[in-house]
């Protein structure tokens, strides 16, 4: 019970103030929509770099919760870069803070709900990663532990979403209908889709 206070009370607290690319996340939303669009290239830019860091990772998020009355359907390019951004598989205060920021973002502008949504989803079956061995790519699956947790932190994502906008059940069913791994999918994919659809219901 604990755990969920603690929860809960991170999730309403209010984003740490920080200030980055030059100038607080509101002003370069601000001049990309007067027209200045080089500082909004860059935060693209450094969303995107896959050596991103997990304080940089915190630091961007806070960012966009203070700003998250901005985000609108102007910005959608922006939103799905940040749900592009990997954070599965890092620390426990990016996963923190990136649940934080999916709440805020689905409360304030629920235009967005059906995306974050689709990307909580597209984690239902095991990623795959590659593993050179004698300058030859092998494909195989992410280790059991990792999955697991991961497989966990999704539904997690999803109550969450789910306590901000109850209506999500009504969009959710055909985002999962939409992503279910019809096609040339291993056995273990299909096998961890159906145990996190099973899961929700």
């Not at 100038?23 to 909004?40: C, D, N, P, R, V």
């Not at 985000?71 to 990136?98: A, D, G, H, M, N």
Request: with cysteine; aromatic share 10%.
């Amino acid at each position: 019970f604990s755990d969920m206070l603690a929860e809960d009370e991170f999730l309403r607290s209010p984003p740490r103030k920080t200030v980055r690319f030059g100038g607080t996340l509101a002003e370069i939303l601000l001049k990309y929509q007067q027209g200045k669009t080089s500082e909004f290239d860059l935060l693209k830019h450094q969303l995107l770099d896959p050596d991103i860091k997990d304080d940089q990772i915190i630091n961007w998020l806070s960012e966009f919760r203070s700003s998250i009355t901005f985000l609108t359907k102007e910005f959608e390019q922006l939103i799905t870069i940040l749900l592009k951004v990997p954070w599965l598989r890092r620390s426990q205060s990016v996963v923190e803070e990136y649940l934080a920021f999916l709440s805020n973002l689905v409360s304030a502008q629920t235009i967005y709900l059906r995306p974050c949504l689709a990307m909580i989803i597209s984690h239902f079956v095991p990623p795959r990663i590659t593993i050179r061995e004698n300058d030859v790519d092998i494909s195989d699956s992410d280790d059991d532990e990792n999955v697991v947790k991961s497989f966990t932190t999704c539904h997690r994502a999803l109550q969450t979403i789910v306590k901000y906008v109850p209506l999500t059940p009504q969009f959710l069913m055909p985002v999962l209908a939409e992503k279910f791994p019809f096609v040339n999918k291993s056995e273990r994919t299909l096998q961890c889709y159906l145990h996190n659809l099973l899961r929700i219901s």
